[in-house]
């Protein structure tokens, strides 16, 4: 069973904290990729990564970076976290790589929920 | 830049009804196009994908179609129930190299028992 699994379901942090939001995947996925989501604005692409030490920004990076040292580990990381980051973040993954590599299936985490203080 | 709508934003049934849910997208170029599942405060649960050169997709009660040329797709969801409540959203993959999905906002559906 495919599974994608992300550290967190509820976290709580306060303004100017650093924070971490882990995404494990056991499927060998090439491409990881973090999103958030925001009633009315829908999923937002952040951040997403096709390799091993590889990233490339998505449609709202500002405030966020991302760490990929290990093929099955994607992590998100809130450098000083604000108000405005209070949201639901969802990780997922596909395999393949390379030009039309997009004709598989995205799985996703059971999202995190992040409420900052 | 490609985008999706889902209309409508939300829809409400009798249980029993047979449904559609509509998908558009602006840009044919895609790879290929994918509808999940939401349920309130959890992740996302894939329902079907459809490559970009497959017509329809069939699994249980739902059944998926795809028209590329006029950007469009449908959910079709036979003989509701209430566990089918959820919100449902599509996805389109595209771009030259481009690993990115882009999702609809979705259409929150509720079946009355």
């Known amino acids: 069973d495919v599974k994608v699994t992300q550290s967190s379901r509820y976290l709580v942090k306060r303004t100017g904290e650093k924070v971490f939001l882990e995404c494990v995947q056991d499927m060998d996925h090439e491409n990881m990729f973090w999103y958030r989501q925001d009633p009315g604005l829908g999923l937002r692409l952040i951040y997403f990564s096709y390799d091993v030490k590889m990233k490339e920004k998505g449609d709202i990076p500002e405030g966020y970076s991302v760490s990929r040292e290990k093929k099955e580990r994607f992590s998100l990381i809130l450098e000083s976290a604000s108000t405005n980051q209070t949201s639901m973040y969802l990780c997922?993954?596909?395999?393949?790589?390379?030009?039309?590599?997009?004709?598989?299936?995205?799985?996703f985490g059971q999202g995190t929920r992040l409420t900052v203080v | 830049k490609q985008e999706v709508t889902q209309i409508p934003a939300a829809l409400s049934v009798p249980e029993g009804e047979n449904l559609v849910l509509n998908c558009s997208f602006t840009?044919?170029?895609?790879?290929?196009l994918q509808w999940f599942r939401q349920d309130p405060g959890k992740g996302l649960t894939s329902l079907l994908l459809i490559q970009s050169s497959q017509r329809e997709q069939t699994s249980g009660r739902l059944n998926a179609s795809l028209d590329k040329s006029s950007g469009r797709s449908t959910l079709y969801i036979a003989a509701s129930q209430p566990g089918d409540s959820a919100t449902y959203l599509c996805?389109?993959?595209?771009?030259?190299?481009?690993?990115?999905?882009?999702f609809g906002k979705g259409t929150k559906l509720s079946v009355i028992p």
């Open positions: 840009d044919s170029a895609i790879y290929n």
């Open positions: 997922a993954s596909t395999s393949g790589g390379g030009w039309g590599s997009m004709n598989t299936e995205a799985f």
């Open positions: 996805a389109v993959s595209h771009g030259a190299g481009s690993y990115q999905l882009t």
